[in-house]
């Protein structure tokens, strides 16, 4: 029985005693959790079988050491290394700006404080990652401001030496990236829109003066790179109303019906090569409720390709009868009824060949009778150029319906931006009206040229210059748009030298109503 006992005693002790390596296997120890396991594995097995084979679960941050794919060799060992992730989340304060503003209306020196300043709140969540407890990094998983700012707007006096000039109706002006109407007298002016990021590309008062529809930047964290935003003038308490349009380049401008606040716009979509964006040439009817709530969008054009040039983009222009819409294009001009949405064909162009990435879409205005577009036409070339080259530019009536022509004044300039005059009723009763418009200094280098203020009759006749006096500056090119007319047509307004001036169209005398020179837009309205 002796040998019996011996035997069954070593077969004890071997079963207890650690794995041996045998012929085609290996044994690796493997360190996880605190604890140190030995397995046997097949020869050329890697890191990952032998975790595997001993029944230790992985987590998605954990990671072992050699790599997974690692194969091993006897006697090798695995570490095991536990990672965890953890959230925190701060508060940060957002300290306010302080801006200053300009005021032609107060005594210069004399300050005034038009928005107290408050600290904006900013909540960061960092995400943390241990391994085996001890700290491996500490990053921002993500930002979010739970409090904006409030900026410290402080008015400084900057008022201009020249007396008060008595205005009629709204002048309202974007000065500084402010938007700043003017009431009664160049004196009484105040600021309704103080955010600091208007951008120019609208700006326009509805038919009564009571509403400022303007576009403002979004920031550069922001895919959209601006937004249109409408202002109530009546009241002085209004918050502005975001419309919810992004990105409006070419037009957007109220129907001239006084009765409903209806909003006109075309869209485009951003790109990263220039110009910047692919136009939709499109168009949207946007209706406000007298209380300043959108209450309609109706769209009266889907994206379309937009014509020769269709990247760059249409523009549009309301007739006076509140149903009809001019759209302008590179190579043509036409017409939209808002009832029966769709394009009319009137007058064709030679596109302009630019050699740039712009292109150039021709300025137009309607006659008061809702049947006379005004318009710059590209002419016929002076030379051998080829027509889409010809430095020629041409002021020109088109009658609707029939698109019949009739020139107006001749080399006028590319931008020569017509602008209609309101109703005149004489005293004969006869109606009335005129044109003004922008005539290059150097008409066949009007790409580049300076310009001056023109003033003609509606039928093209007692055509006169009335602006700037013959030896001054012209109107620089960063400052060319329509120039607007006042209700009663006895005044103009333009941007001239960075500046908002009023011109007396009879006796050609203006005079500046800003002194920053920072003035971009305006619009003067009833």
């Known amino acids: 029985m002796k040998p019996i006992l011996a035997t069954l005693l070593f077969l004890m002790v071997s079963a207890c005693a650690s794995p041996k390596a045998t012929a085609g296997t290996i044994v690796v120890s493997i360190v996880a959790d605190g604890n140190l396991l030995e397995v046997n594995l097949p020869a050329g097995s890697t890191v990952q079988a032998a975790v595997e084979l001993a029944g230790?679960?992985?987590?998605?941050?954990?990671?072992?050491?050699?790599?997974?794919?690692?194969?091993?060799?006897?006697?090798?060992?695995?570490?095991?290394?536990?990672?965890?992730?953890?959230?925190?989340?701060?508060?940060?304060?957002?300290?306010?700006?302080?801006?200053t503003i300009r005021n032609e209306g107060l005594p210069e020196g004399e300050t005034r404080l038009l928005q107290a300043g408050s600290n904006g709140l900013e909540e960061i969540s960092y995400r943390v990652l241990e391994e085996e407890g001890e700290l491996i990094s500490r990053q921002v998983f993500q930002r979010s401001v739970t409090l904006e700012p409030m900026p410290e707007i402080i008015m400084v006096g900057a008022q201009a030496a020249h007396s008060p000039l008595s205005l009629e109706g709204t002048l309202a002006y974007l000065s500084g990236g402010n938007a700043w109407i003017i009431e009664g007298n160049s004196a009484n002016r105040r600021p309704v829109v103080v955010s600091g990021d208007l951008d120019g590309q609208v700006f326009t008062l509805s038919p009564d003066g009571r509403w400022l529809a303007y576009t403002r930047g979004l920031g550069e964290e922001e895919t959209d790179f601006n937004?249109?935003?409408?202002?109530?003038?009546?009241?002085?308490?209004?918050?502005?109303?975001?419309?919810?349009?992004?990105?409006?380049?070419?037009?957007?401008?109220?129907?001239?019906?006084?009765?409903?606040?209806?909003?006109?716009?075309?869209?485009?979509?951003?790109?990263?090569?220039?110009?910047?964006?692919?136009?939709?040439?499109?168009?949207?009817?946007?209706?406000?409720?007298?209380?300043?709530?959108?209450?309609?969008?109706?769209?009266?054009?889907?994206?379309?390709?937009?014509?020769?040039?269709?990247?760059?983009?249409?523009?549009?222009?309301?007739?006076?009868?509140?149903?009809?819409?001019?759209?302008?294009?590179?190579?043509e001009v036409g017409l939209i009824d808002s009832r029966e949405p769709g394009f009319e064909p009137l007058y064709s162009l030679t596109p302009y060949l630019t050699g740039s990435d712009w292109a150039w879409v021709p300025g137009v205005a309607w006659g008061s009778n809702s049947r006379t577009l005004y318009l710059v036409n590209h002419g016929s070339p002076i030379g051998f150029e080829e027509p889409g080259s010809s430095p020629v530019f041409d002021l020109v009536a088109v009658n609707w319906p029939g698109g019949a022509e009739i020139p107006m004044?001749?080399?006028?300039?590319?931008?020569?931006?017509?602008?209609?005059?309101?109703?005149?009723?004489?005293?004969?009763?006869?109606?009335?009206?005129?044109?003004?418009?922008?005539?290059?200094?150097?008409?066949?280098?009007?790409?580049?040229?300076?310009?001056?203020?023109?003033?003609?009759?509606?039928?093209?006749?007692?055509?006169?210059?009335?602006?700037?006096?013959?030896?001054?500056?012209?109107?620089?090119?960063?400052?060319?748009?329509?120039?607007?007319?006042?209700?009663?047509?006895?005044?103009l307004a333009l941007v001239y030298r960075g500046d908002l001036w009023v011109v007396d169209v009879v006796s050609g005398s203006g005079q500046s109503l800003t002194g920053d020179g920072l003035t971009l837009a305006f619009d003067w309205k009833q």
């Open 56 to 99: 230790i679960h992985m987590g998605e941050l954990d990671r072992v050491e050699p790599a997974v794919y690692a194969v091993l060799t006897d006697g090798a060992q695995v570490q095991v290394r536990r990672r965890t992730e953890r959230f925190e989340v701060e508060s940060q304060v957002l300290p306010f700006v302080r801006q």
């Open 227 to 331: 937004g249109l935003w409408v202002v109530d003038l009546e009241n002085p308490a209004a918050e502005p109303l975001d419309t919810g349009a992004r990105n409006i380049v070419h037009f957007a401008d109220w129907s001239p019906d006084p009765e409903v606040p209806v909003l006109a716009y075309s869209t485009v979509e951003p790109r990263p090569s220039p110009p910047g964006w692919q136009a939709n040439n499109d168009l949207v009817l946007l209706t406000l409720s007298a209380a300043g709530r959108i209450v309609g969008r109706e769209s009266l054009l889907t994206s379309n390709p937009g014509g020769l040039y269709g990247w760059w983009g249409s523009s549009f222009a309301w007739a006076p009868d509140g149903v009809h819409l001019a759209y302008a294009r590179p190579d």
């Open 409 to 491: 004044v001749g080399r006028t300039g590319m931008f020569a931006y017509p602008s209609a005059s309101p109703v005149q009723i004489l005293d004969s009763g006869e109606i009335a009206g005129q044109v003004a418009f922008l005539q290059a200094l150097t008409p066949l280098k009007s790409e580049l040229s300076a310009y001056r203020l023109m003033v003609m009759d509606r039928d093209g006749s007692n055509l006169r210059a009335i602006f700037p006096e013959a030896g001054d500056p012209g109107i620089g090119q960063a400052e060319l748009s329509p120039p607007a007319w006042s209700p009663s047509a006895a005044r």
